[in-house]
Structure formats: C-alpha cells, structure tokens
C-alpha cells in the first residue's frame, strides 16, 4: 500500500503561482506513473500532469506552458509548479500513484484563485 499526502495549497490571486508537492510512502515502484489530478466545482475529474517511472511528462492542454511537474524518485515526490494561475483553475488537487501492482489517491488539496 502506498501512502500519498499532499501539501501546498491554498489562496492565490488570479496571475499569481503555487507550488504543490506529493509525498509517497509505503512499497513505492521505481516505475510506477506519478500524477497530479484536479476536479473543479461542477466539473469532471480531469488529469492535470503526469510523469511516468522512466521520466515521460504528459499535461492536459489546459495546463500546458503554465504548469511544471517535476518528479524526485529519490525522494519519492512529485510536486506541480502552477504559474499564471486563472479562476478555472480553482479545484482540489489529487495525487495519484500507478503501478502494476496498485495503485492510490491522496486526500486532496484546495486550490482556489480569486479574480
């Protein structure tokens, strides 16, 4: 089982940026995908970035030139710079872990961008 917490959320100005971060923990693949996921008020779940165990990075067009994922396998973390932020982008931000041999969510964090 691996353990996925989630840290860095908060209140931002529209324009502004936000660094999120994922920690996993527990039996952790070194080629498992890594993921940051986003569901908005009102919207479906909608996969923001991604980074698989050999360093692929894929990003919704959403996101694309604005959102930076980076993934530490040493550290076993995943972290999501978000710059140029909009109110569309105001959801809770979900980790996810996926490997052959199982997979997890964290709990969540609010990103919420005012106007």
């Known amino acids: 089982q691996v353990v996925l917490v989630e840290s860095g959320g908060g209140l931002v100005q529209f324009g502004g940026s936000l660094r999120l971060s994922c920690t996993a923990s527990g039996a952790v693949d070194s080629d498992a995908t890594l993921a940051w996921y986003r569901q908005g008020p009102g919207k479906q779940l909608e996969l923001v970035a991604s980074?698989?165990?050999?360093?692929?990075?894929n990003y919704a067009d959403s996101v694309k030139g604005r959102f930076t994922v980076t993934r530490d396998s040493a550290k076993n973390s995943l972290s999501l710079q978000m710059s140029s932020l909009k109110p569309e982008d105001t959801a809770v931000y979900s980790c996810?872990?996926?490997?052959?041999?199982?997979?997890?969510w964290g709990r969540g964090t609010q990103v919420t961008v005012s106007s």
């Open positions: 996810r872990y996926i490997s052959s041999r199982s997979s997890s």
């Open positions: 980074v698989t165990g050999s360093g692929t990075r």
